[in-house]
């Protein structure tokens, strides 16, 4: 294991930006410990390495895995995030204080640090202000960190792209944008079958085909 002397290095080309990272239902998870065997999610974890590097943000461990109180150990928290190549993405300051309110630890990493912009990344909303959950990214509890909190994440850090606005549109409006799914396809083609429109039948058939689901 790296010793962690160069935490926090890759991140001296911009330390504004703070992502307060929780860990279980985030990138420890129900689907991983299913799957392998073990919470540690490797996929939640690489979206975590894509969100802090695009971002070009640092991040400040939040969960109780941290060590504070009598939860967790730090030397245990401090190795998962080695294993999984983000040790050197960690702020200086990598943890919150233990004032037994998540809300309360952030300001008061915040007093401590000094003020800045900065993210939340947790699946629960119920110990944050109002503000706190404008910047939040609320996680699946059971399935952690998705494609889509990447997005999400670039938007709250200002650096959107394109497609992260039209999935924006997409999840306020989501009517205008129903989602592909093979339900809603099949849906659609029984519409149009009713209707006589083969050519709209063939159409959605070919989609419903090359559906992941599909496969």
Request: net charge negative; charged share 30%; proline share 4%.
């Amino acid at each position: 294991m790296r010793t962690g002397t160069g935490r926090g290095k890759e991140m001296d080309r911009n330390d504004a930006f703070i992502w307060f990272v929780d860990f279980d239902g985030v990138n420890c998870t129900t689907r991983a410990n299913m799957a392998l065997g073990s919470h540690d999610d490797p996929v939640a974890f690489g979206l975590l390495g894509c969100i802090l590097r695009e971002t070009r943000a640092q991040m400040v461990v939040s969960s109780t895995r941290r060590g504070r109180g009598n939860m967790g150990r730090p030397d245990s928290c401090l190795a998962m995030i080695d294993r999984h190549g983000l040790t050197d993405l960690l702020h200086p300051d990598w943890r919150t204080g233990d004032l037994a309110s998540r809300s309360r630890e952030i300001e008061d990493w915040l007093d401590r640090n000094g003020r800045r912009p900065y993210g939340i990344i947790d699946d629960e909303r119920c110990d944050f202000t109002p503000e706190q959950i404008q910047r939040m990214i609320h996680t699946d509890t059971e399935y952690g960190l998705g494609s889509r909190d990447v997005g999400r994440a670039r938007r709250l850090a200002g650096v959107a792209t394109e497609i992260d606005v039209l999935h924006q549109a997409q999840d306020e409006e989501p009517c205008r944008y129903p989602r592909l799914t093979i339900g809603n396809q099949a849906r659609a083609a029984l519409a149009a079958l009713d209707q006589g429109d083969e050519e709209s039948v063939r159409r959605i058939l070919d989609i419903i085909s090359t559906h992941p689901l599909a496969q």
